[in-house]
Every structure is written in structure tokens, then in C-alpha cells.
């Protein structure tokens, strides 16, 4: 079982920067590949990031890809996403994911966070 709670969403302009936590809590969390998703008002969730349990793998959306890493701390059980030159199209509620695969479907999602809504201006 693996329990996700995100934080760092808020306003932020276009060409700008914001850091999202993931805080896990869970004995699985060390062996879990954990991501991001996201959902804009009105539109699927989709795959943003990922991270193998190690770190040494790592994936990315192609809308993101350049702009936003993913990292994580094993030893704070928490997962990172920081999104750099923002635009108002990475308007979206932000989800952390865990799971026991390398997956980017929703589908295959074994637990989610609540989410943090981010939120860029123009």
C-alpha cells in the first residue's frame, strides 16, 4: 500500500518555474515506479513523467521533454517534478502516481494522489 500527497502547485507566468512533491508513505514506495500525470479542465489524464525505483530510468511526454525533470528521493520517500519554462498549455491538475510497472497508461495506475492544481498565466 502506498499512500501520495502532492504539493508545490500555484499561479505562475508563462516562461516560469515551479518544483511538485510527491510525499509517499507506504513500505513499497523504495520499489515503486512512481510518476506524473495530469488533467486539464475538460480533457483526459495524461502521462507527463516517469521514474524507475532507482532513479536510473527516467521518460517523459514529448510536450514536456527539455523543460520538466523527474527525480526522486528514496531515503525522504518523495518523488520531484521540476517543470521549468512553463506555458499556458501545462495548465492542469498535477497527479502523482506509484506503481509496480513501467507504465504510462492510466489504466495501469496502482495508486494515486489527490493532486495539485498548477496553474499558468499568459
Known amino acids: 500500500q502506498v499512500q501520495l500527497v502532492e504539493s508545490g502547485g500555484g499561479l505562475v507566468q508563462a516562461g516560469g518555474s515551479l518544483t511538485l512533491s510527491c510525499a509517499a508513505s507506504?513500505?513499497?514506495?523504495?520499489?515503486?515506479?512512481m510518476g506524473w500525470f495530469r488533467q486539464a479542465p475538460g480533457k483526459e489524464r495524461v502521462f507527463v513523467s516517469i521514474?524507475?525505483?532507482?532513479?536510473?530510468?527516467?521518460g517523459y511526454a514529448d510536450s514536456v521533454k527539455g523543460r520538466f525533470t523527474i527525480s526522486r528521493d528514496n531515503a525522504k520517500n518523495t518523488v520531484f517534478l521540476q517543470m521549468n519554462s512553463l506555458k499556458p498549455e501545462d495548465t492542469a491538475v498535477y497527479y502523482c502516481?506509484?506503481?509496480?510497472?513501467?507504465?504510462?497508461?492510466?489504466?495501469?495506475?496502482?495508486?494515486w494522489g489527490k493532486g495539485t492544481l498548477v496553474t499558468v498565466s499568459s
Open positions: 507506504g513500505r513499497a514506495f523504495s520499489s515503486a515506479v
Open positions: 502516481a506509484a506503481g509496480s510497472s513501467w507504465t504510462i497508461q492510466p489504466k495501469d495506475i496502482d495508486y
Open positions: 521514474i524507475s525505483w532507482r532513479g536510473g530510468s527516467t
